[in-house]
């Protein structure tokens, strides 16, 4: 009892130093099928703001509090023309989730569970990241794109936009459903990091070709704006491949952590004590090779091609203080920290 009074302490510390900040909090998320920005401006206990679905483009506004349990309370909609609402928790265990909302009407009805990312935005000169919306009109794919916004837009933001956009057009492509009435293809964005000199993005992807189980995977763009190239795991890491080994060992400790958790609270759920397993779920011997990586503020997020039983544990997040003996002294991450 003593742990978990602890650990929801720590939550609630945690979740209200994040609110405490003055700058705005970006995050990005999904209601239903329409991918979602929003802005959140944090003073004392209130707290207000707008988000904005990427296909309209029209701020809504935000209002509301955060209490002494650590939940975020937030009305749509300007004065009594109130449209709905969301009520948040931090979520700070699940490497793809910071803020776990139900969006609701303001009746009630209508609740949608919401996951929200924070986006690492820190651009110094006047540039924007902003949503791009593409729809294949042959497959009906959806996708919305980060693309760079400056007043004066230089070869590295525009060979970013070329790149990012060129690889989604590569994967739609790659999509050939049998049937699109039962079908769909969905990709949004979170931004790891973004500042003048480096910007590192995942794309989400949820595949449904009207099979069993719909796909999901990640791919990742990292890109140096200053030379205009994409990033390589040598513009991180020392010669050599040590690191590799860290990395493997974090991961299998990781997902090992991370499915001991979801037992505890299966069994809580169910009201009985949680099953010792004879075996761990994942050793290093049969982690896969990683997939893809990005350079994010918390650490080197890495990505798995699981199987869909375990694409729970597709991404995980590799901190810095662990692979400070192996970065490049001149590398982008000192950038970044």
């Known amino acids: 009892m003593f742990r978990l009074t602890l650990l929801a302490l720590l939550t609630f510390s945690l979740f209200s130093l994040a609110l405490s900040q003055t700058a705005p909090r970006i995050y990005r ?55 709905g609402k969301f009520v948040c928790k931090a979520e700070p265990e699940a490497p793809d989730t910071d803020l776990e909302c139900e969006w609701s009407r303001v009746d009630g009805t209508g609740k949608r569970m919401v996951y929200l990312v924070e986006q690492w935005i820190q651009f110094k000169s006047g540039t924007e990241l902003i949503a791009k919306v593409i729809v294949d009109q042959k497959t009906k794919a959806f996708a919305s794109i980060p693309q760079l916004k400056a007043p004066l837009m230089t070869d590295g933001m525009n060979g970013f936009n070329r790149l990012v956009e060129s690889q989604l057009q590569a994967a739609i492509k790659a999509f050939q459903p049998e049937s699109v009435a039962n079908s769909s293809f969905d990709t949004n964005y979170n931004v790891l990091m973004g500042n003048d000199e480096v910007v590192s993005v995942e794309m989400v992807e949820y595949l449904d070709v009207g099979g069993a189980h719909p796909n999901s995977r ?46 505890r609270q299966e069994a809580r759920r169910s009201n009985r004590q949680p099953e010792k397993r004879d075996e761990p779920v994942m050793s290093v011997d049969q982690l896969p090779e990683m997939d893809t990586w990005g350079v994010s503020q918390k650490g080197l997020a890495v990505y798995f091609d699981f199987p869909h039983v375990m694409a729970v544990f597709d991404k995980t997040i590799v901190p810095w203080g662990l692979l400070t003996r192996y970065l490049r002294a001149d590398g982008v991450v000192p950038l970044v920290k």
């Open 29 to 83: 998320g999904a209601i239903g099928d329409k991918h979602i920005e929003m802005r959140l401006n944090i003073a004392g206990s209130q707290v207000d703001g707008t988000y904005f679905y990427d296909q309209f483009k029209q701020d809504i506004k935000l209002e509301g509090t955060y209490d002494s349990k650590g939940e975020l309370s937030l009305n749509e909609g300007a004065g009594k023309k109130k449209t």
């Open 218 to 263: 990640f791919w990742t763009v990292n890109y140096n704006l200053k030379t205009n190239k994409p990033l390589s795991l040598n513009d991180v890491f020392r010669e050599g491949d040590e690191y590799k080994a860290v990395i493997a060992e974090f991961a299998a400790k990781d997902i090992n952590r991370r499915t001991e958790q979801m037992d």
